[in-house]
Nanobody, 127 residues
Framework: QVQLVESGGGLVQAGGSLRLSCVAS????????VGWFRRVPGKEREYVAG????????YYRDSVKGRFTISRDSAKNTVYLQMNGLKPEDTAVYYC????????????????????WGQGTQVTVSS
Protein backbone atom coordinates (compact mmCIF):
# COMPACT_ATOMS: atom_id res chain seq x y z
CA GLN A 1 0.00 0.00 0.00
CA VAL A 2 1.38 3.39 -1.00
CA GLN A 3 0.68 6.57 0.94
CA LEU A 4 1.05 9.94 -0.75
CA VAL A 5 1.45 13.39 0.77
CA GLU A 6 1.37 16.55 -1.36
CA SER A 7 2.77 19.94 -0.48
CA GLY A 8 3.76 23.18 -2.16
CA GLY A 9 0.41 24.71 -3.01
CA GLY A 10 -0.39 28.33 -2.31
CA LEU A 11 -1.46 31.69 -3.68
CA VAL A 12 0.49 33.17 -6.56
CA GLN A 13 -0.06 35.93 -9.10
CA ALA A 14 -0.60 35.15 -12.75
CA GLY A 15 2.71 34.47 -14.45
CA GLY A 16 4.25 33.17 -11.25
CA SER A 17 5.57 29.73 -10.35
CA LEU A 18 4.98 27.00 -7.80
CA ARG A 19 6.52 23.59 -7.27
CA LEU A 20 4.34 20.84 -5.92
CA SER A 21 5.87 17.84 -4.19
CA CYS A 22 4.43 14.38 -3.68
CA VAL A 23 6.21 12.13 -1.21
CA ALA A 24 5.43 8.43 -1.41
CA SER A 25 5.81 5.97 1.43
CA UNK A 26 5.22 2.24 1.41
CA UNK A 27 5.90 -0.12 -1.46
CA UNK A 28 6.70 1.50 -4.80
CA UNK A 29 7.97 -0.05 -8.01
CA UNK A 30 9.85 1.49 -10.92
CA UNK A 31 6.99 0.44 -13.19
CA UNK A 32 4.38 2.34 -11.18
CA UNK A 33 2.87 5.50 -12.61
CA VAL A 34 2.47 8.71 -10.66
CA GLY A 35 0.09 11.36 -11.82
CA TRP A 36 -0.96 14.87 -10.92
CA PHE A 37 -4.66 15.64 -11.19
CA ARG A 38 -6.61 18.78 -10.43
CA ARG A 39 -10.19 19.53 -9.60
CA VAL A 40 -12.17 22.72 -9.81
CA PRO A 41 -15.46 22.82 -7.85
CA GLY A 42 -18.29 21.68 -10.06
CA LYS A 43 -16.01 20.04 -12.62
CA GLU A 44 -14.52 16.60 -13.06
CA ARG A 45 -11.01 15.90 -11.87
CA GLU A 46 -8.60 16.17 -14.81
CA TYR A 47 -5.30 14.47 -15.49
CA VAL A 48 -2.61 17.15 -15.66
CA ALA A 49 0.68 15.26 -15.88
CA GLY A 50 2.06 11.79 -15.32
CA UNK A 51 5.37 9.99 -15.05
CA UNK A 52 6.61 6.49 -14.43
CA UNK A 53 8.93 6.09 -11.45
CA UNK A 54 11.57 4.85 -13.89
CA UNK A 55 11.19 8.11 -15.82
CA UNK A 56 10.63 6.25 -19.08
CA UNK A 57 7.25 7.79 -19.83
CA UNK A 58 5.70 11.21 -19.26
CA TYR A 59 2.39 12.87 -20.07
CA TYR A 60 1.08 16.45 -20.08
CA ARG A 61 -2.37 17.65 -20.91
CA ASP A 62 -2.34 20.15 -23.76
CA SER A 63 -3.21 23.17 -21.63
CA VAL A 64 -0.06 22.83 -19.50
CA LYS A 65 2.49 21.76 -22.11
CA GLY A 66 5.48 24.06 -22.11
CA ARG A 67 4.56 25.47 -18.69
CA PHE A 68 4.51 22.47 -16.32
CA THR A 69 7.27 19.92 -15.82
CA ILE A 70 6.90 16.64 -13.97
CA SER A 71 9.97 14.96 -12.53
CA ARG A 72 10.89 12.43 -9.90
CA ASP A 73 13.67 11.81 -7.40
CA SER A 74 13.66 8.09 -6.78
CA ALA A 75 16.12 8.36 -3.89
CA LYS A 76 13.66 10.63 -2.09
CA ASN A 77 10.53 8.80 -3.29
CA THR A 78 9.27 12.17 -4.45
CA VAL A 79 7.53 13.38 -7.60
CA TYR A 80 7.51 17.08 -8.41
CA LEU A 81 5.30 19.26 -10.55
CA GLN A 82 7.05 22.49 -11.48
CA MET A 83 4.44 24.97 -12.62
CA ASN A 84 5.60 28.10 -14.45
CA GLY A 85 3.62 30.77 -16.22
CA LEU A 86 0.61 30.09 -14.02
CA LYS A 87 -2.77 31.30 -15.18
CA PRO A 88 -5.98 31.93 -13.23
CA GLU A 89 -7.49 28.89 -14.95
CA ASP A 90 -4.86 26.72 -13.25
CA THR A 91 -6.57 27.43 -9.93
CA ALA A 92 -7.66 24.10 -8.45
CA VAL A 93 -6.97 21.51 -5.80
CA TYR A 94 -4.07 19.41 -7.06
CA TYR A 95 -3.87 15.72 -6.20
CA CYS A 96 -1.04 13.26 -6.51
CA UNK A 97 -1.95 9.68 -7.40
CA UNK A 98 -0.08 6.40 -7.88
CA UNK A 99 -1.04 3.42 -9.98
CA UNK A 100 0.40 0.01 -10.71
CA UNK A 101 1.77 -0.76 -14.15
CA UNK A 102 -1.05 -1.14 -16.68
CA UNK A 103 0.01 0.54 -19.91
CA UNK A 104 3.38 1.20 -21.50
CA UNK A 105 2.54 4.91 -21.78
CA UNK A 106 1.32 6.90 -18.79
CA UNK A 107 -0.66 9.07 -21.21
CA UNK A 108 -3.24 6.28 -21.50
CA UNK A 109 -3.93 6.10 -17.78
CA UNK A 110 -7.31 7.23 -16.53
CA UNK A 111 -8.35 8.33 -13.07
CA UNK A 112 -9.63 4.83 -12.30
CA UNK A 113 -6.18 3.36 -13.04
CA UNK A 114 -4.68 5.09 -10.00
CA UNK A 115 -5.17 3.25 -6.71
CA UNK A 116 -3.56 5.57 -4.17
CA TRP A 117 -4.36 9.26 -3.72
CA GLY A 118 -3.04 12.12 -1.65
CA GLN A 119 -5.17 14.58 0.26
CA GLY A 120 -4.70 17.42 -2.22
CA THR A 121 -3.11 20.84 -2.09
CA GLN A 122 -4.79 24.11 -3.09
CA VAL A 123 -3.28 26.22 -5.86
CA THR A 124 -4.79 29.67 -6.36
CA VAL A 125 -3.64 31.96 -9.16
CA SER A 126 -4.81 35.57 -8.97
CA SER A 127 -5.19 37.74 -12.03
Amino acid sequence: QVQLVESGGGLVQAGGSLRLSCVASGRTFSSDAVGWFRRVPGKEREYVAGIRWSGTSTYYRDSVKGRFTISRDSAKNTVYLQMNGLKPEDTAVYYCAAGAYKYSSVSIYRESDFQAWGQGTQVTVSS
